[in-house]
């Protein structure tokens, strides 16, 4: 699951929640659940099913899961005052999306291990700094210039197509296990 938004204001969907939390995470834990019966038919057919969350680096710029991010709260959860990347309201309510995934992943891996479902894997993957669009055009409504991000993303990132890398393995790596979380340069955290 990857859809994925950054640094939008604080806004609420149609269904009350902030659109950074329900894009990035609870639509995907929607998803998954309205999906699970056929992944577990898939893994027992093939043998192997794959649920694969995506988390980023920034999930360690928040400490804990805070509540109010979770509920009902879209445009009252702090504002958009964002002077520079990942500073501000709109950039810790995207850090708590992500944070979100991994501990849900870790979360539903061990249920799945507790109700002995052996033939589905709930897997993690952070991409790491990536110069993609998404963190360009992110940049610009966070507050800084979209050339400005650019440059930072292409000067201390890596290729989209290596930051592809871990979700990939989480994908195909054969040697998967069940709540592996697959980090840039370093195969399972």
């Known amino acids: 699951c990857n859809a994925g938004v950054m640094a939008l204001p604080d806004e609420a969907t149609q269904d009350g929640y902030d659109v950074q939390m329900q894009t990035n995470h609870l639509s995907h834990w929607v998803l998954s659940s309205e999906l699970w019966p056929l992944l577990v038919t898939a893994g027992e057919r093939t043998g192997d099913a794959r649920l694969v969350f995506h988390s980023s680096g920034v999930r360690n710029f928040v400490k804990k899961l805070i509540p109010k991010y979770y509920g009902k709260n879209g445009g009252n959860l702090g504002g958009n005052g964002s002077s520079m990347l990942f500073l501000g309201g709109r950039w810790k309510r995207y850090c708590h999306t992500k944070l979100a ?14 109700a002995g479902v052996t033939k589905v894997k709930v897997l993690a993957a952070e991409p790491g700094a990536a110069a993609t669009n998404l963190q ?19 000067m201390t990132g890596q290729s989209a197509e290596d930051g592809a890398c871990p979700l990939l393995a989480c994908m195909a790596n054969a040697d998967a296990q069940n709540g592996d979380f697959y980090i ?6």
């Open 101 to 114: 995934n991994i501990v849900c992943t870790y979360a539903l891996a061990d249920r799945v291990e507790k």
């Open 184 to 189: 840039p340069k370093g195969g399972a955290a």
């Open 136 to 154: 360009r055009t992110a940049g610009a409504s966070g507050g800084m210039s979209e050339s400005t991000t650019a440059c930072i993303f292409t």
